[in-house]
T-cell receptor
């Protein structure tokens, strides 16, 4: 699996958009980009995933650059409940799913 | 309700004893995973299984063993060979490719070895 690089932490104001970057410069053509988040002491929760095109669901939007070497997760209106560790993962059609250290996002009132 | 069940939530063992952590899923997923998480750290992959009676080592398999005799169950044994077994252990199962490959996690077992 390709490695990912995320900033260790970031702050965001409540009600504002949170833009979480992820670099995956060695991503292969068959690898998807997945985002999960983990609220303290709970199991991670799936947010969104994509291959080439931008994706949006009820939780977030995923913007993938044309060369697929980086992506951004956008939380459109951050709330205090969005405070969590966010993991960016790239995974191919095989079964291995490896997490990195993630970005600790703190939403402040 | 469908989901991943890990039991128990908290587990205490004496040093030198083997201990088995339970993970059951009723989502009909073929793929299952075990992760370890230490305080302030990310998740590290211990073992994963693509299908019944098959499993592969992850990134930190030493001192751990698994079995996959049933589709629904993927127990993890922490052996006495594991040098630092105290950690938070998470189990997951994953959808097949044609349904998005989303992973679902249990609520974890916090193991303390004294």
């Amino acid at each position: 699996d390709a490695k990912t690089t995320q900033p260790p932490s970031m702050d965001c104001a409540e009600g504002r958009a949170a833009n979480l970057p992820c670099n995956h410069s060695t991503i292969s053509g068959n690898e998807y980009v997945y985002w999960y988040r983990q609220i303290h002491s709970q199991g991670p929760q799936y947010i969104i995933h994509g291959l080439k095109n931008n994706e949006t669901n009820e939780m977030a939007s995923l913007i993938i650059t044309e060369d697929r070497k980086s992506s951004t997760l956008i939380l459109p209106h951050a709330t205090l409940r969005d405070t969590a560790v966010y993991y960016c993962i790239v995974s191919a059609n095989d079964y291995k799913l490896s997490f990195g250290a993630g970005t600790t996002v703190t939403v402040r009132a | 309700d469908g989901g991943i069940t890990q039991s128990p939530k908290y587990l205490f063992r004496k040093e030198g004893q083997n201990v088995t952590l339970s993970c059951e899923q009723n989502l009909n997923h073929d793929a299952m995973y075990w992760y370890r998480q230490d305080p302030g750290q990310g998740l590290r992959l211990i073992y994963y299984s693509q299908i019944v009676n098959d499993f592969q080592k992850g990134d930190i398999a030493e001192g751990y063993s698994v079995s996959r005799e049933k589709k629904e169950s993927f127990p993890l044994t922490v052996t006495s060979a594991q040098k630092n077994p105290t950690a938070f252990y998470l189990c997951a199962s994953r959808q097949p490719l044609d349904r998005g490959r989303q992973a679902f996690f249990g609520q974890g077992t916090r193991l303390t070895v004294v």
